[in-house]
Nanobody, 123 residues
């Protein structure tokens, strides 16, 4: 059974950094794209970044450009989202999700989701 578990969320001050982890089980990570999404309070879920089966990366969040970096450790079947210079507008539940091979920024394109991890940016 395909499972994804996100960790690394928490409370951070503005300007701080967090690294989120998404660890998968029940599938061969080499054949899967892993995407990060977020849902801020009162808003719809939106795409943040994705890494495909060939480790090509895609970024969907304009406000995250230059601040967020996605990467993969295949040996650990884990995908990371490094977030720097965080602002209160980054407060959201962050989810990872998986689909076959290629990336997409669309929520319905993903077949399996993790439970999410809360990120709160506040002083």
């Amino acid at each position: 059974q395909v499972q994804l578990v996100e960790t690394g969320g928490g409370l951070v001050q503005p300007g701080g950094s967090l690294r989120l982890s998404c660890t998968g089980s029940g599938f061969a990570g080499a054949n899967r794209a892993i995407g990060w999404f977020r849902r801020a309070p009162g808003k719809e879920r939106e795409g943040v970044a994705c890494i495909n089966s060939g480790d090509r990366t895609s970024y969907y969040l304009r406000s995250g450009m230059g601040r967020f970096t996605i990467s993969r450790d295949s040996a650990k079947n884990t995908v990371y989202l490094q977030m720097n210079n965080l602002t209160p507008e980054d407060t959201a539940i962050y989810y990872c999700a998986t689909r076959s091979f290629l990336c997409s920024g669309d929520v319905p394109a993903y077949t399996r989701w993790g439970q999410g991890t809360q990120v709160t940016v506040s002083s």
